[in-house]
């Protein structure tokens, strides 16, 4: 089974049943999908160039001046900044659209539960779904919505009671991107940080692959074919998802998400059959008790 462990449904870029048909074209039995956190936007032309410009940086030697690059894609008014455009995010994703949305289709689509603790009671905001069907988890952005790891502490022991995994996209400074504190501080709880533990990569990767229930999502135009195999060497099939980040990044000539780029990724790996499935849908399964 291939699962999508990362995927935001914003109507206004891709339909919902839009992405079922192009899951049904790619393969993808399973979408987790997350609610759209931004105004609309696309990466192309010269935000492509810019973006493998900071990849580039942060798989190098110069990782410290990547973050720098990385964090001034979020200006002080808390706008995701991209060649001097600026795109409102939103302090208060809908988790109601995305539990909608799963509601339709019951066996193709499943939830994480947003939340954001600089706003709102995270806890009271996940125990408001965690009964919903479809729901499997919580996802928290403390890069995009500008607060320290810490902050997640409560509804990361809230999670831990409840077996859900936690998804994390994590900023690029000391205290937004600090990648040890959930994991010390909830020993239990399974947490997934997004896109190969975007902006530190390889040191996280050495953190990570000697801590359980620690994992990876391999998401994102943030990634490249050569980064995902470098990140699968580090830390092995057993510590990576599959995911997409859609509908942001790759579009087929109809404008609709085009999954083969991230598949081929996983595709393109030097491993056997087994450990691609792993990494395609058996991690996520496990982890998210699908």
């Known amino acids: 089974m291939t699962i999508d462990s990362h995927y935001h449904l914003d109507p206004r870029i891709q339909k919902v049943e839009d992405l079922i048909a192009c899951m049904d074209k790619h393969g993808i039995e399973r979408t987790a999908i997350i609610p759209t956190m931004v105004d609309p936007f696309h990466l192309e032309g010269r935000g492509k160039q810019a973006g493998d410009m900071m990849r580039r940086a942060l798989m190098s030697r110069l990782n410290p001046v990547g973050r720098i690059m990385y964090r001034t894609t979020v200006d002080s008014k808390g706008n995701f900044v991209l060649l001097m455009r600026k795109f409102r995010i939103y302090q208060s994703p809908d988790n109601g659209e995305i539990a909608a949305a799963v509601e339709r289709y019951p066996e193709r689509l499943v939830a994480w539960v947003f939340v954001n603790p600089a706003l ?25 919505h500008r607060y320290p790891v810490s902050r997640l ?58 801590k359980q229930n620690v994992f990876v999502d391999l998401s994102s135009p943030y990634l490249d074919g050569p980064l995902v195999q470098k990140a699968v060497a580090a830390l092995g099939p057993d510590k990576c998802l599959y995911g997409t980040d859609g509908p942001y990044g790759f579009n087929d000539i109809n404008g609709q998400y085009d999954h083969s780029v991230t598949l081929s990724w996983v595709y393109n790996l030097k491993l056997n059959d087994a450990a691609k499935e792993k990494i395609l849908g058996g991690n996520f399964k496990a982890i998210a008790r699908q």
């Open 153 to 210: 502490d409560d509804v990361a022991d809230l999670c831990r009671k409840k077996g859900w995994p936690m998804l994390v996209h994590l900023g690029g400074d000391r205290l937004r991107g600090d990648y040890r504190f959930l994991p010390e501080r909830h020993p239990g709880l399974k947490i997934i940080y997004a896109h190969a533990g975007l902006p530190f990569y390889a040191e996280l990767w050495k953190y990570v692959k000697g």
């Open 120 to 144: 709102e009671d995270a806890v009271a905001e996940a125990q408001c779904w965690m009964e919903h069907a479809g729901a499997i988890g919580v996802k928290a952005h403390p890069f995009w």
